[in-house]
T-cell receptor, first 111, second 120 residues
């Protein structure tokens, strides 16, 4: 069966450290993978998209890697700040621009 | 930027009534809109894909007669929850894509703020 797995446990880190979140998927062959941020009671906000032929993508303090062999993406936030605290969602393209989301990982950054 | 407005942001209704939720793309034309449902601490579950001028495509297990979707224009899609029951209480979120099928298209989705439905 198809699955998108993200760490279900919350990730707690100290301000200034790098947060690393993992997304693993099974039985998908996405042309691209995306990461979104979601705050409580709000809709998700797009952060980064990485295509299947790209290994790494960066945007300011964010970095995403995509390994289609391992079927895994890693999402890094460097120099993390308390304002980065949120739920981060991994999302896969599943044909026709249809996007399927993982359950998300909750990140808490302590000052 | 691309802004998607969703209305209402929250609604409380009695069991058996119908509720309509609107999703508008404010500064772009959205050929395709998507409707999601989210339970607390769970993932967004795709309910249906809404294409302008045609019938919506529903995901497996989603009742099309229960959740009526209308995409009458390139900037508006509506979701109507018919004969609502307490188990329909959830957070409903719409998203819109700018994609038109061209080579430069990305899959970035622009989300509304969500509508919290509570059925008493």
């Amino acid at each position: 069966s198809q699955k998108i797995e993200q760490n279900s446990e919350a990730l707690n880190i100290q301000e200034g450290k790098t947060a690393t979140l993992t997304c693993n998927y099974t039985n998908y062959s996405p042309a691209y993978l995306q990461w979104y941020r979601q705050d409580p009671g709000r809709g998700p906000v797009f952060l980064l998209l990485i295509r299947e032929n790209e290994k790494e993508k960066r945007k300011e303090r964010l970095k995403v890697t995509f390994d289609t062999t391992l079927k895994q993406s890693l999402f890094h936030i460097t120099a993390s700040q308390p304002a980065d605290s949120a739920t981060y969602l991994c999302a896969l393209e599943n044909g026709g621009f249809k996007t399927i989301f993982g359950a998300g990982t909750r990140l808490f950054v302590k000052a | 930027g691309a802004v998607v407005s969703q209305h209402p942001s929250w609604v409380i209704c009695k069991s058996g009534t119908s509720v309509k939720i609107e999703c508008r793309s404010l500064d772009f034309q959205a050929t395709t809109m998507f409707w999601y449902r989210q339970f607390p601490k769970q993932s967004l579950m795709l309910m249906a894909t809404s294409n302008e001028g045609s019938k919506a495509t529903y995901e497996q297990g989603v009742e099309k007669d229960k959740f009526l979707i209308n995409h009458a224009s390139l900037t508006l899609s509506t979701l109507t929850v018919t004969s609502a029951h307490p188990e329909d209480s959830s957070f409903y979120i719409c998203s819109a894509s700018k994609a038109s099928g061209g080579a430069g298209d990305t899959g970035e989705l622009f989300f509304g703020e969500g509508s919290r439905l509570t059925v008493l």
